[in-house]
C-alpha cells in the first residue's frame, strides 16, 4: 500500500492540492538566498542551512548548478550564484519601465516637498520631461511632460551628466552647445568639469536659476545595476521656495527616491542608515563653538600661535578659519574639491585637493601645485590629510562615486617628493601617530575599519597592517581620527552621534554622545590642548534630520581632561 504525505497548505495549490513541484521550487528557491547570503559555502553547511538532507539537497544543487544559477568554486567546492542570474538581470533592465517605477517616488515625493516632481531621461543631447506630479500649489513653471531641457543648465540634466563615465561626459560637453540662459548658467567648460564633479561627489545636482530666472531644481541620478544614469528625479519650483538652504535639504530626499526607483526594478538601493539619535539630554560638556553649518566640515588643525582652528568644507569647497573663542570665522572658497589643509611651516597652508596636493596662499588666494600623483585617475580625488612628527604629509584618496579598492595612502616629503605608500582602499579617511611613534593608524571608512601599521618614523615607511578597531555595523563609520598623549585614539562616528575614545589595544574607553547624527573629525586644540574640537556635516540629511539636528555643519568643544599630541606644519 502506498504512504502519502501529509502536506500543510502552502499556497501553492490548486482545488486544495498542492501543485506538483511547488515544494521542490521553494526549496530550491531558499538555496538561492542562501548561497547569495553568504557566498562561498560549501555542500554541507548549505545543507545543514536548508534544514535538508544530504542526499537532496545534493540532487537540488546539482540542479541549480545544472541551469546556471549557482557555479562551484573547483578550489574550494564552494558554491556561488551563476552567471545566469546576471543574464537575467541584465533583461530586467532591458525591459524596465522607468515610468511605472518611478511613479509611487514622484507622488511620495511632491507630497514631502509640496513642489512640482518630474522625471527625466537624456533624449539625444536634451533632457526630456517623461513624467511630472504638480504642486498642489502649483506655479507655472513654462514647460512639463513633453517639454526639453538643457543639460548643463537644468539640475536632472547634471544629474545625469555627473555620472558619465569621464570620457564620455567630455565628449558630451565637446559637442554640447554650452548657452547662457540666465546670468547664473555655468558657460566655462573647465568650471562646468569641476561643478559636475562636485555634484557627484554630493549625490545630488542643484539649479539656482541657471534655465530660468526665478526657477530652481534640485535632482539626483537613477542608476542602473552598472551605475550608469538612466533617468534623473527632479524637485522643481519657485526660487522664492526653493532657496539655495532648500534645495540642499531636499538633496538628500531626492537621492533616496533616486534609490527606490532603482530599487523597483530589482537593483539593491544603497540606502543611507542613520542610527537613532541617543536617547537622553544633551551633554553639558558637548558645546558649539563655531556655527559654520557646512556642507561637509573635515579636517580640523589647531593653529597655537593664532589660538584658531583651519578646517575644510569638502563640498563648498573652502578652507575655514576658524575661532573658537568667540565663533567667528572667515571662509576662503577654493577652486575644486578639498579635504584637508595643514598650516606649512614657511607660511600659508598644504592643502590635499581633487586634483592633488596644493600650496595655498589665503592672503592672495593663490593655489599652485606641489604633486599631482593621481593625474591619471580622474575620478579619484584627495581626503583626509595629516603631517608626520618629520613635517612629511600624509594623505589618502578615494573614488569620487566611492567605488571600493580605488583608494590610495601617499606621503609627500619636504623636498617635494611625492610617494604611493599602499593602495587597495575603499574610502581612505583619518590618521594619526602614536605618541612613541612606532604606531601609524589610518582609517577605511568604507569597510568599517581602522589599521595599525608599524612606523619607521626615520624612513616615514610603514608596515605590518592589522586591524586595530572594526566599528560594528550599526554603529556609524569611523571617519576623523585624533590620538591623545596617553597614545589613545578618538575617532568620529560618521552615521552613529558620537567620538569613541578606544584604548591602545582597541577597546572601547568612552563613548561621548553629540547632538550631530554625522561627526566627521576631531583634533586637540586650546592652550593646553585638551580641547577635543570635532567637526560635523548635514549633507544629504533630511529635511526632517535637521529639524532634529538642527547643529550639523557645526564644530563643537569637549573638555576631555585629556592632553592632545601638537600638530606638526608641513616642513616644506
Not at 534645495?247 to 530589482?266: K, P, Q, T, Y
Not at 581612505?428 to 593608524?441: A, C, V
Not at 585624533?482 to 552613529?496: L, P, T
Request: net charge negative; aromatic share 6%.
Amino acid at each position: 500500500m502506498k504512504r502519502f504525505a501529509v502536506v500543510e497548505p502552502t499556497g501553492a495549490e490548486e482545488g486544495g492540492r498542492e501543485i506538483p513541484g511547488a515544494q521542490a521550487l521553494r526549496r530550491g528557491l531558499s538555496l538561492l538566498d542562501i548561497v547569495a547570503d553568504a557566498p562561498g559555502l560549501r555542500f554541507s553547511e548549505i545543507a545543514e542551512r536548508a534544514g535538508l538532507t544530504k542526499a537532496t539537497a545534493h540532487r537540488m544543487l546539482a540542479t541549480l548548478v545544472e541551469a546556471g544559477l549557482l557555479r562551484t568554486d573547483e578550489r574550494d567546492q564552494s558554491y556561488h550564484l551563476g552567471f545566469k542570474l546576471f543574464e537575467m538581470a541584465h533583461r530586467v533592465w532591458d525591459q524596465f519601465d522607468l515610468r511605472s517605477a518611478a511613479e509611487p517616488e514622484l507622488e511620495r515625493l511632491r507630497d514631502l516637498a509640496g513642489e512640482t516632481v518630474r522625471l527625466a531621461i537624456f533624449d539625444g543631447d536634451d533632457v526630456l520631461y517623461v513624467d511630472q506630479r504638480e504642486a498642489l500649489q502649483a506655479v507655472r513653471l513654462g514647460n512639463g511632460v513633453g517639454a526639453r531641457a538643457s543639460a548643463h543648465a537644468s539640475g536632472a540634466g547634471k544629474a545625469m551628466l555627473a555620472h558619465l563615465e569621464p570620457l564620455i561626459r567630455e565628449q558630451f560637453l565637446n559637442r554640447l552647445k554650452v548657452q547662457r540662459f540666465t546670468p547664473n548658467t555655468i558657460t566655462d567648460r573647465g568650471a562646468l568639469m569641476q561643478h559636475l564633479d562636485l555634484t557627484k561627489a554630493r549625490g545630488y545636482a542643484v539649479s539656482a536659476e541657471e534655465q530660468h530666472v526665478g526657477v530652481s531644481s534640485v535632482a539626483a541620478a537613477i542608476l542602473d545595476h552598472r551605475a550608469r544614469a538612466i533617468g534623473a528625479v527632479a524637485i522643481i519650483g519657485p526660487s522664492y521656495r526653493l532657496g539655495l538652504d532648500r534645495l540642499h535639504m531636499l538633496g538628500r530626499d531626492v537621492m533616496e527616491a533616486a534609490r527606490r526607483i532603482s530599487g523597483n526594478a530589482g537593483q539593491v538601493a544603497m540606502s543611507i542608515t542613520i542610527n537613532p539619535r541617543p536617547l537622553g539630554a544633551d551633554r553639558d560638556d558637548v558645546v558649539s563653538v563655531v556655527p559654520t553649518t557646512a556642507f561637509l566640515g573635515e579636517g580640523p588643525t589647531w593653529m597655537p600661535a593664532e589660538r584658531k582652528l583651519a578646517l575644510v568644507d569638502i563640498l563648498a569647497p573652502a578652507i575655514i578659519v576658524a575661532d573658537p573663542k568667540d565663533g567667528s570665522f572667515q571662509t576662503h572658497p577654493m577652486p575644486e574639491l578639498i579635504g584637508a589643509v595643514v598650516p606649512r611651516r614657511r607660511g600659508g597652508f598644504l592643502a590635499a585637493m581633487q586634483t592633488g596636493l596644493k600650496a595655498v596662499d589665503l592672503e592672495t588666494g593663490a593655489v599652485t601645485t606641489l604633486a599631482s600623483p593621481e593625474s591619471a585617475k580622474p575620478g579619484n580625488r584627495f581626503n583626509d590629510g595629516k603631517c608626520d612628527r618629520r613635517g612629511r604629509f600624509w594623505a589618502g584618496t578615494l573614488a569620487i562615486d566611492t567605488t571600493p579598492g580605488h583608494g590610495c595612502l601617499y606621503r609627500l616629503d619636504p623636498d617635494g617628493r611625492c610617494t604611493l605608500v599602499e593602495s587597495g582602499f575603499h574610502i581612505s579617511n583619518g590618521l594619526g601617530w602614536s605618541p612613541d611613534d612606532r604606531t601609524f593608524y589610518f582609517t577605511d571608512s568604507g569597510v568599517r575599519r581602522i589599521y595599525a601599521y608599524d612606523f619607521d618614523a626615520e624612513e616615514g615607511t610603514i608596515s605590518n597592517r592589522r586591524t586595530f578597531v572594526e566599528v560594528p555595523e550599526g554603529s556609524g563609520a569611523p571617519d576623523g581620527l585624533a590620538v591623545d598623549a596617553e597614545g589613545f585614539v578618538w575617532s568620529a562616528h560618521w552615521d552613529g552621534w558620537c567620538i569613541t575614545r578606544y584604548d591602545p589595544a582597541g577597546r572601547v574607553d568612552r563613548v561621548i554622545n553629540l547632538p550631530v547624527p554625522r561627526p566627521t573629525s576631531c583634533a586637540f586644540g586650546g592652550p593646553d590642548l585638551t580641547t577635543l574640537y570635532v567637526t560635523s556635516a548635514r549633507i544629504r540629511l533630511s529635511v526632517q534630520q535637521l529639524a532634529e539636528a538642527p547643529l550639523s555643519g557645526s564644530v563643537f568643544a569637549i573638555q576631555t581632561g585629556v592632553k592632545g599630541i601638537p600638530e606638526v606644519p608641513f616642513a616644506g
